[in-house]
């Protein structure tokens, strides 16, 4: 059995002072949730801030970036070292850092492997676009993205995949449960071509894009679906502690 994950990427939210009135709310709502994995991605600006308030708890935290040299000249970026004074995980690859920041796999690529050599775990994203999907070609699409971004990875152990349609990001247009499932189970056969049919079973595949309290169970219900990567609902602590307890 995989162990569900819930996960919640900020994005560009938050304020010190608007993460510590929902730190205070969300500890006490999960306090009690012992099956399933939450973690938090907030901007790395708060990722000390909430490590201190999260130790001892059943909270983990993740980056929602990192760059993939150790240390040295690179003006606003931060190490897999300086991730992991603070956070177990790691966000690598998603759209929007493919998108408006030119992420190519191979940079992506990079970013795997240096987290994974660090001892960081992973969450690897993938997702195709509108038109991708409208042209037939995301299956394609998706298979090159783990092909290439995975490439060099000896192991999975530490690796969370999510699958994020694009066209299913912050748009309110989720996709169906059978949607994802589909790409879902794609997702874990081409990880069973590469990596065998043990991490295949093993590994976990979140599903983010437009996640929210009322579409979560459905989602997770599907046999290939582990989890939820969150953006929008997860800045609201109530909304997000009610995804967390997806099983009721
Ligand atoms: P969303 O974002 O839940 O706001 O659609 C998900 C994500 O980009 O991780």
Redo the contacts with the bound molecule.
Sequence with gaps: MRRPMIAA?WKMNKTMAEARSFIDAFRGLVRDVTDVDIVLAPPSTLLCKLRKETDSSNIMLASQNMFYEDKGAFTGEISADMVKDFAEYVIIG?SERRQYFGESDDVINKKVNKALEKGLKVIFCMGETDEEREEGREKEVIAKQIKNGLDGVGSLDNVVVAY?PIW???TGKTATPEIAQEVHLFIRNEIRKIFGNETAEKIRILY????KPGNAAELMEQPDIDGG?????SLDAEGFAQIVKFKG
């Design positions: 990427n998603h994020e299913a990001i912050g983010g894009g437009s996640v990567l969150v953006g929008g609902a």
